[in-house]
């Protein structure tokens, strides 16, 4: 099968699963994280600041256009509209991965779109840990990256059909890739999260930031298994860490180790993405739900949904009296259900979250 139609059956069955989440067949992941209400404690619109610092580089905003597509035509034109999205509303953009490219240069086009359209944006390029230094050099020349995105995705691979069957090199490529680019080295998972365990492996690697891109978002489990012959690995469906857990689990050692993390997977409103700034994402990424927007509606109203977003995430900080997105590290929140077991299960207090906004004792 082409890398062509591998793209095309990826936005497609994405799309689908989408549409699944939003008429409420899938649980949202952070529906196990409220915040606890202080009635009196809100701030003015306009003391908030939305700006927040990744790899070196200020982001206006803490939200992020996250790796979805590119290697065929009707990808080409999801990533135009993704660019054009990005350039008018202020967001980083990453590109999906860029593996096609790297086997045929004759689809650059289909990635080069997100400068081409976003020229004076933040854009970061993609590639999977089997990259050589070289190749990777290659994806960022090609969209002049601000950064690169390694994924690792063993889960996606052992389901694919054509997929990889060995994962050993991956620490060494890593490590490799980190010491070699002139830009950052973001490793992100694609939907089964990063452990904690994970970040101090990383961490040693020479890693600096990592997307812990938990599950509850687009499952490539499900996506891979639908290629399938005879859709035979669906046992692979609910593997994986949520968002929230994968924050709650690895915050404290990615503080400890100088680790910027960034949270991506099933973030679905805005409240979604405050929660994972108050659990210690630096930035929150989006995939399904801005693809969803732009297939169905079409640019102008995946700008107008992102504006809003915007409004929206800047609004929630105003009644958590949060200023800055770092202050939301202050705010108490409720960790509850399976997000309060995970917690209980892997040494971690959860109702030290509920009450992080009181002085401390001597």
């Not at 590119?70 to 860029?98: C, F, K, P, Q, W």
């Not at 289909?110 to 933040?122: A, H, I, K, M, S």
């Not at 968002?243 to 910027?260: N, W």
């Not at 169905?296 to 009644?319: C, F, K, P, S, T």
Request: proline content about 4%.
């Amino acid at each position: 099968m082409s890398y062509a139609t591998r793209k095309d059956d990826h936005v497609r069955l994405a799309v689908a699963q989408h549409r699944e989440s939003l008429a409420g067949q899938r649980p949202s992941p952070f529906e196990d994280v409220a915040f606890v209400h202080h009635a009196v404690r809100g701030t003015a619109e306009q003391a908030v600041s939305l700006a927040t610092e990744v790899g070196g580089a200020t982001w206006p905003v803490p939200l992020y256009i996250n790796a979805m597509t590119g290697g065929s035509a009707r990808t080409g034109e999801v990533n135009r509209g993704l660019a054009i999205a990005a350039r008018e509303t202020g967001l980083a953009i990453a590109s999906g991965s860029m593996s096609a490219y790297l086997a045929d240069s004759s689809v650059a086009g289909t990635y080069r779109v997100l400068r081409e359209q976003n020229p004076d944006g933040y854009v970061i390029a993609n590639v999977n840990a089997n990259a050589t230094p070289e190749m990777a050099a290659r994806a960022v020349e090609l969209l002049r990256a601000d950064a690169l995105q390694v994924h690792v995705n063993a889960i996606q691979e052992i389901v694919m059909p054509e997929g990889d069957r060995d994962f050993s090199a991956w620490p060494r490529n890593i490590a490799r890739l980190t010491e070699s680019l002139g830009v950052p080295v973001i490793v992100k998972e694609v939907g089964f999260g990063i452990s904690a365990d994970t970040v101090t492996q990383l961490a040693d690697l020479g890693v600096r930031i990592v997307d812990v891109s938990g599950n509850g978002g687009t499952n490539f489990a499900l996506i891979e298994n639908a290629r399938r012959r005879r859709a035979d690995f669906g046992l692979l469906a609910d593997w994986g860490l949520s968002t929230p857990a994968c924050l709650v689990d690895g915050a404290e050692v990615a503080a400890l180790r100088g680790v910027t993390v960034l949270a991506s997977g099933g973030v679905r409103t805005p409240l979604d993405v405050v929660r994972a700034l108050a659990l210690g994402a630096r930035a929150v990424g989006v995939s399904g739900h801005f693809l969803s927007i732009l297939e169905a509606a079409g640019i102008d109203a995946l700008i107008e949904a992102i504006d809003a977003w915007i409004a929206q995430i800047r609004q929630l900080m105003v009644v958590l009296g949060a200023e800055t997105v770092r202050a939301l590290a202050n705010a108490d929140v409720l960790l509850t259900g399976g997000l309060a077991e995970l917690c209980r299960l892997r040494g971690i207090d959860p109702a030290a979250y509920a009450r992080r906004s009181r002085p401390t004792r001597e």
